[in-house]
C-alpha cells in the first residue's frame, strides 16, 4: 500500500554552480520524485533510460523499495542528457546542451500492476505524453502535474486539457505568470485554479511555496540553510515530498496538503544541499522530521492584539 | 506614553506603475513609518520639508496624534522631490528623478522632549545622520536602522559603525547580499548580525520577511493581494508598523519582535493597495488585526508525524 505512480525523465545532467561542477551525474524529475517520496510510499516509477544510466542508480531505487517495472531500457540508446549553469545566486539557470535521445521516444505504457495507482505525479513532460497516462489511471485519487514555460509556450492546448483534469497543479512564479498572462501572483493563482485544478502550488525557489485553493492561502518561507550547492532537483524533490506524503496519509484534505507542502519543502532543502542526488540521498526520516519541526516553530507567532 | 522617534525623508513623489501614475504626491521613508506607526503609537517625527510640502499632509498626522516638533520647514526652499518608474512584476524599480532640495541640508537636532525616545526607528538617509541621531538619544531601548546600496557602496564605514550601535537591521534580499559579499541569505544575515545587531530583518518584497538572531530565524510570506498598484513606500510603512507594534508592546522579547514584524508586513500590504499613502491611510486598526489573524491562519499547519 502507500504507492504512488512518478512518471517524468531519468537522466544524466552535468551542472555548474559557483560551488563546483559534476559531470553526467544521475537526476532526472523522475529520479528525484521518487527517492524523495520513498521516505513516506513506494515509489512506481515510470521512465526510459539508455545503455549509459548507471545501474547502481536503478539499484538505489530499489533498495528504496521502488518498484522499476514501469522503467524502460534501451541497451543501445542513450539516456537523456541535461546540462546547465547556475548564477551566483542560483535563482537563475542557464541550460547549455539538452539531448533527448531515448527520452524522444517516451510513449509510456503502463505496466497492469501500475494502472491502479491512486497517487500520481506527472513531472514535467509534453503535455501529450501527461494526457496519455491520465488516461491509463483506473483509480486516481490525487494526481499532481508539473510543467515548464516551453509546454505553455509551444503546447498551450494540451496543457491546458491536463490542467482540467488533475488535482494539483505545480508551477514556479515565472511560469504561473505566463500561464496567467497577469504579474500578480494571487491573481495568477486564482485565473489559473479556474482552468480546472482544485489547488496550485507556488514554487517559488528561496522565498517558499504558496498553496493555492479557492478558498484558502497557504504560505511557507523555504528552510533555511547556509550552504546551497545545486539547485538541479528541488522542484522535483518537492513534488515526490508531496505526494509521498499524501499517499502515506492516504487523505488529501487541506490539512494534509498543507502539511505535504512542508514534507515537500524540507525534500527540497536537502536535495539543494549537494549535487546531483546526494543531498537527497542523505535525508532520512528522522532529519526530515526534525526539519518539518524547526519549519513549524519558523513561522509561529503569538496571535497579536491592541 | 508608547512614543516612537521616526528620522528620516518627507518628500514628494512621482510614481509610475503599470497600474498608473501620480504626480507630486506626499511620500518620503518618515511620512509612511509615522502613518503605521500611529495606529499604534505617538510618532515624534524628524525631518524637513520645503514650502511646498502641503499643510494637510501635516495636519494628517497630527490628526493621526503624531508631534511634529522635529519636523524643520523651510518655506523658501523645495521639499525632498522623487521620481521613479516601476517595471512589469513590481519587483523592479527604476529611479528617474532624485532632489534632494532642502533634504540636503538635513542635520536634525532633537527636540529636548524627543531625546528620551525609546523607541525609534532611523529611516534610510545618510549614515552619518543616523549617527548623530544616535549621539543625541539619552535613553534609547530598541533602535531600528534602515539603509540602501548607495550607502552600502559609498559610505560603508560609517554605515558599519550605525549597525554597531542599533539592536536591528531592515534590509532588502539584495542589500543584505551586497553588505555581506555572499549570495546565501541565510549566511548573509549571520555575517551581518556579526557586525553588531541583535536582528535583522530582511525583506523580500512580495517574498515576504525573515527575522534573523543568532538563535532564531523567523520567516512569513507577504499577506496575497489581488490589487497591488504602487510599491512605494512598502517598506517604510513595514518599518513603522514593526516599532509602533514594539512601543505599543513596550517589550523587546522575540514574540514581540516575531509580531512586530507580523504587524510590518500588513502595514506594508495596505500600503500597496493604492497610490502614495491612499492604502495605507485606510488600514484601521480593525483592518490590521483582522489582517494579522489571516496571516497566522495562512501559515498554520499541523505537526507532522510518519
Redesign the interface.
Known amino acids: 500500500m502507500h504507492e504512488v505512480l512518478i512518471v517524468g525523465s531519468m537522466a544524466l545532467d552535468s551542472v555548474k554552480t559557483?560551488f563546483g561542477e559534476v559531470d553526467r551525474v544521475v537526476g532526472g524529475a523522475a529520479v528525484y520524485a521518487a527517492t524523495a517520496a520513498s521516505?513516506?510510499a513506494t515509489p512506481r516509477v515510470v521512465g526510459i533510460v539508455g545503455g549509459d544510466f548507471p545501474q547502481e542508480a536503478l539499484d538505489f531505487l530499489v533498495a528504496r523499495g521502488a518498484d522499476l517495472a514501469g522503467v524502460k531500457r534501451v541497451p543501445e540508446g542513450k539516456s537523456f542528457y541535461w546540462s546547465g549553469v547556475y548564477d551566483?545566486?542560483?535563482n537563475d539557470r542557464e541550460t547549455l546542451d539538452t539531448q533527448l535521445n531515448v527520452f524522444a521516444d517516451f510513449h509510456p505504457t503502463l505496466p497492469e500492476s501500475f494502472r491502479q495507482s491512486r497517487y500520481c505525479f506527472l513531472a514535467n513532460i509534453q503535455p501529450q505524453v501527461q494526457l496519455s497516462v491520465l488516461e491509463q489511471l483506473e483509480d486516481a485519487r490525487f494526481v499532481m502535474c508539473d510543467t515548464m514555460n516551453y509546454w505553455i509556450d509551444n503546447e498551450r492546448e494540451a496543457l491546458l486539457e491536463v490542467l482540467s483534469r488533475v488535482d494539483l497543479a505545480l508551477l514556479n512564479d515565472t511560469e504561473i505568470?505566463q500561464l496567467a498572462d497577469t504579474?500578480?501572483?494571487?491573481?495568477a493563482a486564482?485565473r489559473v485554479l479556474d482552468l480546472g485544478p482544485d489547488y496550485i502550488v507556488v514554487k517559488?525557489g528561496?522565498?517558499?511555496a504558496?498553496l493555492v485553493s479557492r478558498d484558502e492561502?497557504?504560505?511557507?518561507?523555504s528552510y533555511?540553510?547556509?550552504?546551497?550547492v545545486d539547485p538541479t532537483g528541488a522542484g522535483d524533490s518537492f513534488a515526490g515530498g508531496m505526494i509521498g506524503?499524501l499517499a502515506?496519509q492516504d487523505n488529501c484534505q487541506s490539512?494534509d496538503l498543507?502539511?505535504a507542502?512542508?514534507?515537500g519543502t524540507i525534500a527540497a532543502s536537502a536535495s539543494i544541499e549537494d549535487f546531483g542526488l546526494d543531498g537527497l540521498k542523505q535525508l532520512h526520516?528522522s532529519e526530515?522530521?526534525v526539519r518539518?519541526?524547526g519549519l513549524?516553530e519558523?513561522?509561529?507567532?503569538?496571535?497579536?492584539?491592541?
Do not use: S, W
Not at 183 to 187: I, K, S
Open positions: 559557483p521516505l513516506m551566483y545566486d542560483l505568470r504579474p500578480n501572483l494571487a491573481d486564482r517559488k528561496e522565498y517558499g504558496a492561502h497557504f504560505g511557507i518561507p533555511p540553510l547556509a550552504h546551497v506524503f502515506h490539512r498543507r502539511r507542502v512542508v514534507v526520516t526530515l522530521l518539518c519541526d513549524r519558523m513561522v509561529q507567532f503569538e496571535p497579536i492584539r491592541l
